[in-house]
Nanobody, 121 residues
Framework: QVQLVESGGGLVEAGGSLRLSCAAS????????MGWFRQASGKEREFVAV????????YYADSVKGRFTISRDNAKNTVYLQMNSLKPEDTAVYYCAADEGVGFTTNPDYWGQGTQVTVSS
């Protein structure tokens, strides 16, 4: 099992920045991909960004490309999401997720508890 704990959410004005962190513990050696989803009130959960644990390649949703940056610190078993130029439509609960194979964007194996990000206009 892998446990994921997010931190760094909060309230920010439009145009501002936040950095989310996700610390993994447990069977971290089994992680293949790790990243973020989000779910706005009344909407379905959507993919945001993912990073390959070994190699570091990244992939982003079109809605955040150029504004968000995902990175990792393998020594700390931690993934980060730097969010810049935030918009009110970025308001959501952000979930960290991890997968042991290639199914990250469809059905990750592990989920964090979520952290609220609110962007005021």
């Amino acid at each position: 099992q892998v446990q994921l704990v997010e931190s760094g959410g909060g309230l920010v004005e439009a145009g501002g920045s936040l950095r989310l962190s996700c610390a993994a513990s447990g069977r971290t050696f089994s992680i293949y991909d790790m990243g973020w989803f989000r779910q706005a009130s009344g909407k379905e959960r959507e993919f945001v960004a993912v990073i390959r644990w070994r190699g570091g390649s990244t992939y982003y949703a079109d809605s955040v490309k150029g504004r968000f940056t995902i990175s990792r610190d393998n020594a700390k078993n931690t993934v980060y999401l730097q969010m810049n130029s935030l918009k009110p439509e970025d308001t959501a609960v952000y979930y960290c997720a991890a997968d042991e194979g290639v199914g990250f964007t469809t059905n990750p194996d592990y989920w964090g508890q979520g952290t609220q990000v609110t962007v005021s206009s």
